[in-house]
């Protein structure tokens, strides 16, 4: 072909790739317009402002989760870390926030609350890309009436932000939306609001689709060529992040969901005050809708100073923070007790944890303090993190020491001063109890 028409043919290339970007846009803000009336329908609040639409590939949308991602405090030796913590026992991967970013295979789209944005990761059917917009409009909204960066986004920035909280008003925000998109299934399903049973049924079948079916979801007849290219990217995605952060980070719109449908059950207004007036504190209060009702706060654990102790002049400090009764669950799915997770996690009143460095060597250690509701939901939890030990705790010396209502932990070096270190976390103080 001679040049001169290779170059003619790449500029005519080039000039319909742009006539069809200009045609497609005004059809994404039209889409998005008509499911924003959707949107206001189901909550009864108006948008106070337009919402720019953008479509990303891919690859894109995995880069913009990575860098929303990398916005967020670095823990250092982060898989050491979560090895101690008993979230994970396999080896070093790459850096989490690339890891992190591989959810977005997970997802088809995004709200970006910094520059109202809603970005759309990939072509979809239609049906998939009305319940996207419906969700993410519902971020939108979230943020236009109730401050999603305050909320949620700079609180999760802090330094001390409290990890279980920061769980919690997670659950709260991707729940609600959810919810949104179990309402609107709900209207084109029966061509009215569903009544309460109705939206339970549909709530019930939306939390059930875990990730563990995924597999047999592809033997659907139903499932058309882009779902099932979109499930199995999913499920790509799944085999490749650790279980933790997969099951965490799903169980913030499926149990957020289900705790939002038992606040509503009193009205929007009830709802408003988990934004408003008192936002969940712990996961505990996800998992338990009636210990949010009743304002049951966790328990708070604090240590005397560490820089102060000569117990720890040798130790770097690399995270000290709070698990929650929804992580504890992942330990113990991770070491192989299914079983006994959601009981012995259940009996959870609060917990703190440090992990340590050695400052010479590559070694660590870590304490935990954790604080149950009963002696008996005490002793259930020591028996099993025991059967954990079993595992985790090989060529290390751990102590577990049970006081009442609290279970006390330390993982250690075998040359490590482990009951001086109990010693240590005997004196910290708990609070609110």
Not at 47 to 73: H, N, W, Y
Not at 96 to 110: F, R, T
Request: glycine share 6%.
């Amino acid at each position: 072909m001679p040049r001169k028409w290779l170059f003619l043919l790449i500029a005519v290339s080039v000039v319909v790739a742009v006539l069809v970007a200009m045609l497609r846009r005004p059809a994404l803000e039209r889409q998005a317009n008509r499911m924003q009336r959707e949107v206001t329908a189901i909550r009864g609040l108006e948008f106070t402002q337009s919402i720019v639409v953008r479509r990303l590939s891919a690859v894109e949308g995995r880069a913009f989760v990575e860098g929303e991602i990398a916005k967020m405090p670095k823990i250092e030796d982060y898989w050491a870390v979560v090895r101690m913590v008993g979230l994970y026992r396999g080896p070093d991967l790459e850096p989490p926030e690339k890891i992190y970013a591989q959810l977005a295979d997970l997802v088809l789209g995004a709200y970006d609350e910094d520059t109202d944005t809603l970005f759309l990761f990939d072509d979809m059917d239609e049906r998939e890309e009305r319940m996207l917009f419906v969700h993410e409009l519902y971020h939108a909204l979230q943020d236009q009436h109730f401050d999603l960066k305050g909320y949620l986004i700079d609180r999760a920035r802090l330094e001390t932000a409290n990890a279980d909280e920061i769980l919690a008003r997670s659950a709260v925000v991707e729940g609600d939306a959810s919810y949104a998109v179990a309402n609107y299934l709900g209207r084109k399903s029966y061509g009215a609001q569903p009544t309460r049973g109705q939206l339970t049924d549909i709530i019930v079948a939306l939390a059930d689709w875990t990730p563990e079916k995924w597999d047999e979801s592809l033997q659907d007849p139903a499932l058309t060529k882009k779902m099932r290219a979109h499930l199995l990217r999913a499920i790509e995605a799944r085999n490749r992040v650790p279980r933790y952060m997969v099951g965490t980070f799903m169980g913030t719109y499926t149990e957020g969901m289900i705790f939002i449908h038992a606040v509503h059950e009193k009205g929007w207004s009830e709802v408003d005050k988990l934004y408003r007036d008192y936002p969940p504190e712990s996961s505990e209060q996800i998992l338990h809708p009636e210990k949010w009702f009743a304002r049951e706060a966790p328990v708070t654990i604090a240590w005397p100073s560490f820089e102060s102790d000569p117990l720890f002049a040798d130790w770097q400090l690399l995270v000290e923070n709070v698990l929650g009764e929804r992580m504890w669950r992942e330990v113990f799915w991770e070491y192989g007790l299914e079983s006994e997770a959601k009981a012995v996690a259940a009996g959870w009143g609060g917990d703190r944890y440090a992990v340590f460095k050695h400052r010479n060597d590559n070694i660590h250690l870590m304490l935990t303090h954790t604080s149950w509701d009963t002696p008996q939901d005490a002793a259930e939890f020591s028996a099993a993190y025991r059967k954990v030990l079993e595992t985790k705790a090989r060529g290390t010396q751990a102590r577990v020491f049970t006081q009442g209502n609290d279970v006390l932990i330390v993982e250690c070096p075998l040359d490590a001063p482990a009951d001086a270190l109990m010693e240590f976390n005997r004196r910290a103080v708990p609070t609110g109890r």
